[in-house]
Every structure is written in C-alpha cells, then in structure tokens.
C-alpha cells in the first residue's frame, strides 16, 4: 500500500508561482512511478507530469516550460514547480503513485489539494 500527501496548494495571482509537495508512505518509493494530475471543474482528469523512478519527466503540452516535476528518492517526496500560472491552472491537483511492473496504471492517489489562480 502507498499513502499519498500532497500541500503547497493555494491563491496565487496570474504570472506566480507555486511549489506543491508530496510524501508518499511506503517503504520501496523508488520503484514508483509518480503523477501530477489535476482536475478542473466540469472537466476531466489529466496528466500533468510524470516522473519515472530515474526522474526523467513527461508533461502535458499545456504546461511545458512551466511546470518542473521532480522527485527526492531519499526522502520519499515528490515536487511539482509551478512558475507562470495562469487562471486556466487553476485545478484539484492530485499526486498519485504507479507500481513499476505497471507503470501507467496510477492506482495510488493522494486527497487531492487546491491551486486558484486569479487574473
């Protein structure tokens, strides 16, 4: 099992920026492969980052050159740097945790905390 806990949400004016945090509980957290995802209202779910065991990313177009994720391996956190917000940022984002025997399958999720970006 794998416990998830993001912070570092918030109210942040266009064109800031935030830094959100996740620990995760367990005790083989580099083999992991971890997510950012966000949820907008009446929106669906998506991908914002993703970070392989190794720490090589992945992002959703609409965030490259914005958003960094990375990972402390050693301190069983993960961190999404999120620079030039926009109000179209503004989401539930979640952390979420993939075995890496099935390392798309994200089926470990944290509660989720809230990012408002105000124009």
């Given at each position: 099992q794998v416990q998830l806990v993001e912070?570092?949400?918030?109210?942040?004016?266009?064109g800031g920026s935030l830094r959100l945090s996740c620990a995760a509980y367990v005790r083989t957290f580099s083999e992991y492969v971890m997510g950012w995802f966000r949820?907008?209202?009446?929106?669906?779910?998506e991908?914002?980052?993703?970070?392989?065991s190794g720490g090589?990313?992945?992002y959703a177009?609409?965030?490259k050159g914005r958003f960094t994720g990375s990972r402390d391996n050693a301190k069983n956190m993960v961190y999404l740097q999120m620079d030039n917000l926009n109000p179209e940022d503004t989401a539930v984002y979640y952390c979420a945790a993939a075995s890496y025997y099935t390392p798309h399958n994200f089926d470990y999720w944290g509660q989720g905390t809230q990012v408002t970006v105000s124009s």
């Open positions: 912070s570092g949400g918030g109210l942040v004016q266009a949820q907008a209202p009446g929106k669906e779910r991908l914002v980052a993703r970070i392989t090589s990313t992945n177009d609409s965030v």
